[in-house]
């Protein structure tokens, strides 16, 4: 299989690390022919890498199990999607005043988005900047170049992370001795596959019900308006059922059973093992309960977006594991009655798994939205070292061994397990090779600092020396 073409897709999310290998089609749909998830809950929290080393460990997992997938072929990058509870937008304005009126140009534009950039955030990082509209007057466009006035405005909306995310995020790929090729908001490339641009314009919100975390996204006129994460999930749920004396694994599979169906009679149970059972009632009332806190906390940050559920015309949409609860389109239509409801089970995209196992239902949107991102190949070709001989279908010999088995199935399985150790040779070899490359590059930078450092430090000495002689 050739890998020219291949982009590799890794979502740190808050219950696992998945990965996906595919390439897009000239049709627009996209193949995908590898795909992996680890479990992360243990050094994942809310979407953000806080044990460095058990991270790196995971995508090191990850990556042999996509590998093989491949012949010949080492992943040397990827494009991963980061998320978690910190994220956050805020909205900033920009203000240019000319003495007389000014044609707007390119120039004042990039300049007012670099002012933008330079906005500090205490603690914090700008991880994207999406600009919403420019305002001259009493108008707002779109792109204001070539346009007179004598004042601009520039609204941007700033998607801010703590500074930690991103480091620690670095760092494990880094140990886990992978390039990241762009690092991307999760909740952004979901919604560039999950939402349709009539959905954008209208105004929707996109609700993300994933393990630990709920993310809200407020869309209005085609813009990202609004971006915030709740730090509850399903998980919760899950922990809450955990109360009635249920391990957390008797938890998860009876609240995927029951969700948010209201139980049949009053007496329905449900068997727990040979010797327990506990009413339906009870495992719906804890279900619920949650359940109706973690929409009440969407509610309030629609609210806090500054945009009204009746002025958003596309309604809300949902996606994340969370929609798989049993009963909860149902719920959700009653609970925003008059408001359009769509779950998003599947992406806008036609996308074909060749693959044994594939994300469940409405949490492929962030891997999807990364491979149709992606621009680059992320893989290496590796060079092995194989002989004519290696190819043979079969060499003479005995027919039989000593113990009767057949000789050519013997010989078959050490020409396999002589091809496999060259192929292993050949990967740590590329590995090798990019170290090698990490070193001098990192010599290089090293010696510019050094030159840099004693550059400022002669130019300090000669223009002291200066002061002095302008003193005497």
Request: proline content about 2%; charged content about 25%.
């Amino acid at each position: 299989m050739t890998t020219n073409d291949l982009i590799v897709a890794i979502e740190l999310g808050s219950s696992k690390i998945a990965g996906a290998v595919g390439r897009k089609r000239p049709d627009g749909s996209l193949q995908v022919v590898a795909y992996a998830s680890e479990p992360a809950s243990g050094f994942v929290r809310r979407g953000v890498v806080y044990n460095i080393d058990k991270t790196a460990q995971c995508l090191t997992d990850l990556i042999n199990r996509l590998e093989p997938e491949l012949s010949n072929a080492t992943i040397e990058q990827a494009y991963v999607g980061v998320g978690g509870y910190t994220l956050h937008s805020e909205l900033n304005t920009v203000v240019r005043t000319f003495e007389e009126e000014t044609r707007v140009s390119d120039d004042i534009v990039t300049g007012m988005e670099e002012e933008n950039a330079m906005k500090l955030y205490p603690g914090h990082n700008i991880l994207v900047m999406v600009s919403q509209e420019y305002k001259i007057g009493n108008n707002s466009l779109n792109d204001p170049v070539g346009v007179n006035c004598t004042r601009i405005e520039g609204n941007f909306l700033n998607i801010l992370a703590r500074t930690s995310v991103m480091d620690n995020t670095g760092k494990s790929f880094e140990l886990a001795k992978v390039n990241i090729a762009n690092d991307s908001i999760a909740p952004l490339v979901a919604a560039d596959v999950l939402l349709t641009d009539n959905e954008r314009r209208q105004g929707c919100v996109l609700v993300d019900f994933g393990a630990d975390t709920t993310t809200v996204s407020v869309y209005k006129g085609g813009y990202l308006r609004f971006l915030t994460v709740i730090p509850m999930g399903g998980q919760n749920i899950t922990r809450d059922l955990c109360s009635l004396q249920l391990d957390e694994q008797e938890a998860e599979r009876i609240k995927r059973n029951y969700g948010l169906v209201f139980p049949a009679s009053a007496d329905e149970t449900v068997q727990v093992d040979a010797s327990r059972s506990i009413e339906v009632r009870k495992v719906h009332d804890v279900i619920e309960a949650r359940f109706e806190e973690i929409m009440l906390n969407v509610c309030h940050q629609i609210e806090a977006s500054g945009y009204e559920l009746k002025n958003l015309l596309a309604g809300v949409v949902f996606c994340g594991g969370g929609i798989n609860l049993k009963g909860i389109e149902g719920v959700l239509t009653q609970k925003f009655q008059s408001t359009k409801i769509r779950l998003a089970h599947d992406t806008a995209v036609q996308v074909d798994w060749d693959t044994a196992t594939h994300p469940e239902n409405g949490t492929q949107g962030v891997l999807v939205g990364l491979l149709m991102a992606g621009e680059e190949t992320c893989f290496q070709e590796v060079q092995m070292e194989i002989q004519p001989e290696d190819y043979k279908a079969a060499v003479p010999g005995e027919l039989f061994t000593d113990e009767g088995e057949s000789a050519q199935e013997e010989r078959d399985r050490k020409r396999m397990e002589e091809l496999q150790r060259k192929r292993e040779e050949a990967v740590k070899r590329a590995q090798e090779g990019k170290e090698k490359q990490k070193g001098f590059l990192s010599g290089i930078m090293k010696k510019i600092k050094s030159v840099g450092e004693k550059f400022e430090e002669g130019i300090g000495e000669f223009l002291a020396d200066e002061d002095n002689n302008d003193n005497n």
